[in-house]
Nanobody
Framework: GAQLETSGGGSVQTGGSLRLSCAVS????????MGWFRQAPGKEREGVVF???????RYADSVKGRFTISKDNAKNTLYLQMNSLKPEDTAMYYC????????????????????WGQGTQVTVSS
């Protein structure tokens, strides 16, 4: 199965930026959905942004205009550029993927993502 390795979290002040990386290995499928989730203490894990194998993206309203997802296919690495960070962005961030042959990201449910990175903490102080 695929392996996802996450890196790049840290602590910043309000308005700062961070870039998360997710190195993906062990898969040979051309069709995929990958995404970034986050989970704050006491809250459910929520989808932040998704990208499919056709380059289609979908952002949660809370991060539109501030976060950007991208994928370097040569490096098999997924990125999340986070700008204008707010205290409410504080959470553990996870990259995730599934390879089901669906067209686009037909599901954004946590339960449908088969592969997960280990999570990286993002803390934004006011």
């Amino acid at each position: 199965g695929a392996q996802l390795e996450t890196s790049g979290g840290g602590s910043v002040q309000t308005g700062g930026s961070l870039r998360l990386s997710c190195a993906v290995s062990g898969y040979a499928y051309s069709s995929y959905c990958m995404g970034w989730f986050r989970q704050a203490p006491g809250k459910e894990r929520e989808g932040v942004v998704f990208i499919d194998s056709d380059g289609g993206t979908r952002y949660a309203d809370s991060v539109k205009g501030r976060f950007t997802i991208s994928k370097d296919n040569a490096k098999n690495t997924l990125y999340l550029q986070m700008n204008s960070l707010k205290p409410e962005d504080t959470a553990m961030y996870y990259c995730a993927a599934y390879f089901r042959g669906w067209i686009g990201c037909m599901s954004e449910r946590v339960a449908d993502f088969d592969y997960w990175g280990q999570g990286t903490q993002v803390t934004v102080s006011s």
